[in-house]
């Protein structure tokens, strides 16, 4: 098991589990904010989870796993680099509200609930790690071609 938890990659998982299943219980659980529909509630999970992802988990992982933060960029490449976290972010909300819709209607149709599942943090911070961790490769690869197409070109 310390094995496992060695390794930074896990490390930045746990916290980012942690961290959304934390705003999941503040945010869906314990405030009346953005509950009257489900645009309202991605709004609002979108907001907190993107400054809390950010501010607080991105430096929080960075730091325990011993990667200085980048001070040389600019503040242009910041901005584009925070504003692209909080896209990122809002397209894993909008998967992880249309998981546990799609899951409760399967459930619904087949009998074994009659009422829609609550959303639990447990399962919101496994499903909106996935997610995150599928966007990122697939940001990852995108910018890998991107570079590899700027330098073929020059």
């Keep these: 098991m310390l094995k496992w ?13 942690w961290g959304a299943g934390a705003c999941c219980l503040f945010i869906i659980w314990g405030s009346p904010i953005g509950q009257e529909t489900v645009v309202d509630m991605i709004s609002v999970m979108g907001i907190v ?5 950010m501010f607080v988990l991105t430096p ?6 011993g990667l200085k933060p980048k001070h040389s960029q600019s503040i242009y490449r910041r901005v584009v680099t925070r504003l692209a ?7 894993t ?5 249309g ?10 149709g087949h009998g074994m609930i009659t009422s ?17 961790e599928i966007l990122h490769w697939i940001s990852n ?7 590899v197409r700027l330098n073929v070109e020059k």
């Design 99 to 108: 998981s546990y819709y799609y899951f409760t209607e399967l459930l619904i």
């Design 141 to 147: 690869s995108i910018r890998k071609i991107w570079e």
């Design 49 to 53: 989870l993107g400054i809390v992802e």
């Design 85 to 91: 976290v909080f896209a990122k972010v809002l397209i």
């Design 93 to 97: 909300l909008v998967f992880v509200f």
């Design 60 to 65: 929080l992982a960075n730091h325990l796993i």
């Design 116 to 132: 829609t599942a609550l959303i639990e943090p447990i399962g919101f911070g496994l499903l909106y790690m996935f997610y995150f």
């Design 5 to 17: 938890l060695s390794k930074d990659r896990n490390i930045s998982r746990i916290i980012r589990i």
